[in-house]
């Protein structure tokens, strides 16, 4: 696969979440045993099947209406892409995938992600997430400084 059509692919999924909020193009994008993990709170899934799930009721509609993403820098390679990006978002919504059971605190929020995405027979086989996540917890008042 040509990287070129990895990071096309790639953009493709992201749109799909967080632009479109349409389960079925993010899932087009990847293979049938791919997995998602929110490394700092294990959450995600393996297999389309979990996926669609994960999407459709925890992840996509808990994404806050106020959702910033900047990419920072991207590296990419044969199998994968490994990109670093900052988030800012309004935590308005309930994000069990990214504070479990924290309601919503109308807190800004400010992240960098290193987000690492691999590729299998034309598709992403896993997307591995990761955050500062004691980072999250000061800034919602969870943690002290």
Not at 91 to 103: E, R, Y
């Amino acid at each position: 696969m040509f990287v070129q059509e990895q990071v096309k692919l790639w953009e493709e999924h992201v749109v799909g979440e967080f632009v479109e909020k349409d389960v079925d193009l993010s899932l087009s994008t990847m293979v049938e045993d791919a997995s998602v993990m929110h490394m700092p709170t294990r959450s995600g899934g393996k297999g389309k099947t979990e996926l669609r799930t994960y999407y459709r009721d925890m992840f996509i509609p808990s994404i806050p209406d106020e959702w910033e993403h900047t990419m920072t820098n991207r590296v990419v390679t044969d199998e994968c892409i490994v990109e670093e990006a900052r988030v800012r978002m309004v935590h308005s919504k309930q994000m069990d995938w990214f504070l479990p059971g924290v309601p919503p605190t109308g807190k800004s929020i400010e992240v960098e992600l290193v987000i690492v995405i691999e590729f299998r027979d034309g598709k992403m086989s896993a997307e591995r997430i990761y955050w500062d996540h004691a980072a999250v917890l000061r800034q919602i008042g969870q943690l002290g400084s």
